[in-house]
């Protein structure tokens, strides 16, 4: 007997269920893991008799929302792409409101464990039935007893080895073209908004993009077109007031329930946007997601970030667009922005806090450069070239960074001679987003592997 099959044995005999005792069902979290690491297989049949494959688990969703997004299945041969929501029993589905909450209408299977006496009707809010898969109490005890990933936010794909085959040399080659691609494509959507609305309405609602960060981008572009840079220079005295309350974080008791310097600032806020609303006030409220947000992420901070670098525009639009560029001084420009309320508060309703908090971090600028100012600069500006961009380096990976390290080299410390550089960041995304989001096959169909095979610098 193989040794791992003596590990099976061991985990079927001794950690099953037995005598009718039922384990414990674990938190939601750790089931998620299981689910995301394959724990219970691929194949399933839904609560009506249809066969399920999940054809590709799709990514984590850190934020509000169902659970896993780009989800690829097969349902009695029929393909569906969107999201996933697994949760421990089937109540919870209507107990967690998911069938009113518009966020959910995309979710194309729900996975639930331990079969309840009653049955639940899984719809979405347009009262759309989703198929439902129940994981029995069998397979639900062996995948507990079988070792997994915990926390796994990606899969290896078919890329890792090629990849690992190929000289430095020919990544290095791969990465810019990649990278050039992508500035590009960033160049065009920026011109297409210039030449509708100016270069300087296209240069705030890329910021605006930027500061909204992966939960608030769309509301923060939103508010950036409803609350013009136009319209705000109009009212250079009220452009936070505006910009407030056309984002909707505004009431006119607010003010009454806070304390001190919170107070007062509140009640000027109120008193200036009472003048201006009805050149901005709009019927239709912004969607953004208030929940799931670090402190500095929060959309009060990021609409007051906005505010602030609008009322310096003048100084930022001359170190943003100089030529030739320098990203040393555009951040050394959004560090020294401050504000005697915003450098101590994360909301417009928390305490202070005891030491101060930067407005536009370097994090930031570097995203706001390698999304938006370099890649301009890249085409108009004949002394930046990608050389000197591929100087520009980052220490921060966010999630979805270390999600495409796994999927293409297998790991992040595999894929560590290519993180640092901000160059290689906004390639390997754009390689992900060309391919690894396209692809509803889990790697199987993807051409990109055999592409690499042949890639020489």
Same mark, same amino acid.
């Given at each position: 007997?193989?040794?791992?099959?003596?590990?099976?044995?061991?985990?079927?005999?001794?950690?099953?269920?037995?005598?009718?005792?039922?384990?414990?069902?674990?938190?939601?979290?750790?089931?998620?893991?299981?689910?995301?690491?394959?724990?219970?297989?691929?194949?399933?049949?839904?609560?009506?008799?249809?066969?399920?494959?999940?054809?590709?688990?799709?990514?984590?969703?850190?934020?509000?929302?169902?659970?896993?997004?780009?989800?690829?299945?097969?349902?009695?041969?029929?393909?569906?792409?969107?999201?996933?929501?697994?949760?421990?029993?089937?109540?919870?589905?209507?107990?967690?409101?998911?069938?009113?909450? +518009?966020?959910?209408?995309?979710?194309?299977?729900?996975?639930?464990?331990?079969?309840?006496?009653?049955?639940?009707?899984?719809?979405?809010?347009?009262?759309?039935?989703?198929?439902?898969?129940?994981?029995?109490?069998?397979?639900?005890?062996?995948?507990?007893?079988?070792?997994?990933?915990?926390?796994?936010?990606?899969?290896?794909?078919?890329?890792?080895?090629?990849?690992?085959?190929?000289?430095?040399?020919?990544?290095?080659?791969?990465?810019?073209?990649?990278?050039?691609?992508?500035?590009?494509?960033?160049?065009?959507?920026?011109?297409?908004?210039?030449?509708?609305? $100016?270069?300087?309405?296209?240069?705030?609602?890329?910021?605006?993009?930027?500061?909204?960060?992966?939960?608030?981008?769309? +509301?923060?572009?939103?508010?950036?077109?409803?609350?013009?840079?136009?319209?705000?220079?109009?009212? +250079?005295?009220?452009?936070?007031?505006?910009?407030?309350?056309?984002? $909707?974080?505004?009431?006119?008791?607010?003010?009454?329930?806070?304390?001190?310097?919170?107070?007062?600032?509140?009640?000027?806020?109120?008193?200036?946007?009472?003048?201006?609303?009805?050149?901005?006030?709009?019927?239709?409220?912004?969607?953004?997601?208030?929940?799931?947000?670090?402190?500095?992420?929060?959309?009060?901070?990021?609409?007051?970030?906005?505010?602030?670098?609008?009322?310096?525009?003048?100084?930022?639009?001359?170190?943003?667009?100089?030529?030739?560029?320098?990203?040393?001084?555009?951040?050394?420009?959004?560090?020294?922005?401050?504000? +005697?309320?915003?450098?101590?508060?994360?909301?417009?309703?928390?305490?202070?806090?005891?030491?101060?908090?930067?407005?536009?971090?370097?994090?930031?600028?570097?995203?706001?450069?390698?999304?938006?100012?370099?890649?301009?600069?890249?085409?108009?500006?004949?002394?930046?070239?990608?050389?000197?961009?591929?100087?520009?380096?980052?220490?921060?990976?966010?999630?979805?960074?270390?999600?495409?390290?796994?999927?293409?080299?297998?790991?992040?410390?595999?894929?560590?001679?290519?993180?640092?550089?901000?160059?290689?960041?906004?390639?390997?995304?754009?390689?992900?987003?060309?391919?690894?989001?396209?692809?509803?096959?889990?790697?199987?169909?993807?051409?990109?592997?055999?592409?690499?095979?042949?890639?020489?610098?």
């Amino acid at each position: 007997m193989r040794y791992s099959q003596l590990i099976d044995d061991v985990w079927n005999t001794t950690l099953m269920v037995s005598d009718g005792v039922v384990p414990e069902m674990p938190a939601e979290l750790e089931l998620q893991a299981i689910w995301y690491a394959g724990g219970f297989g691929r194949d399933f049949t839904t609560t009506e008799g249809k066969v399920v494959r999940v054809v590709q688990f799709g990514e984590w969703n850190r934020g509000a929302g169902p659970d896993f997004q780009h989800v690829a299945v097969e349902i009695d041969g029929e393909h569906f792409h969107g999201s996933l929501e697994l949760d421990p029993y089937a109540a919870d589905w209507e107990n967690h409101q998911h069938a009113t909450n +518009p966020n959910y209408r995309n979710v194309i299977l729900h996975v639930s464990f331990r079969k309840e006496s009653g049955e639940h009707f899984i719809r979405n809010d347009e009262h759309r039935m989703i198929p439902q898969v129940v994981i029995d109490e069998h397979a639900l005890s062996t995948a507990l007893n079988h070792p997994r990933r915990e926390g796994a936010i990606a899969q290896p794909g078919r890329c890792v080895a090629p990849l690992r085959a190929m000289t430095a040399l020919d990544i290095e080659s791969l990465l810019e073209e990649a990278c050039r691609h992508r500035a590009a494509l960033k160049v065009k959507r920026f011109s297409s908004t210039a030449e509708v609305h $100016g270069r300087d309405a296209a240069l705030f609602q890329a910021v605006a993009q930027t500061l909204g960060y992966r939960g608030n981008s769309l +509301p923060m572009q939103l508010l950036a077109q409803r609350a013009s840079l136009k319209s705000l220079r109009e009212i +250079p005295d009220a452009i936070e007031a505006a910009l407030f309350g056309t984002a $909707g974080f505004l009431s006119p008791d607010m003010h009454e329930k806070a304390e001190g310097a919170t107070r007062d600032y509140l009640s000027d806020l109120w008193t200036d946007w009472w003048k201006h609303r009805s050149g901005f006030e709009s019927t239709r409220a912004i969607p953004w997601k208030m929940h799931g947000q670090r402190p500095a992420n929060h959309p009060h901070r990021r609409v007051a970030t906005l505010s602030i670098l609008a009322q310096h525009w003048s100084g930022f639009r001359k170190v943003a667009l100089a030529r030739p560029f320098s990203a040393k001084k555009i951040v050394d420009f959004l560090a020294a922005l401050t504000h +005697p309320f915003w450098n101590f508060h994360h909301t417009l309703g928390s305490k202070p806090t005891p030491k101060a908090i930067a407005l536009f971090g370097k994090t930031q600028a570097l995203e706001l450069i390698a999304n938006h100012l370099a890649p301009i600069a890249l085409q108009e500006d004949a002394l930046f070239s990608y050389e000197k961009f591929a100087k520009l380096r980052s220490s921060t990976r966010n999630e979805k960074l270390r999600r495409v390290a796994i999927r293409l080299f297998g790991s992040e410390l595999l894929a560590e001679p290519w993180l640092g550089s901000l160059v290689h960041q906004q390639a390997l995304l754009q390689i992900y987003h060309d391919f690894c989001l396209e692809d509803v096959s889990d790697c199987a169909q993807c051409p990109f592997p055999e592409q690499l095979a042949q890639w020489h610098s």
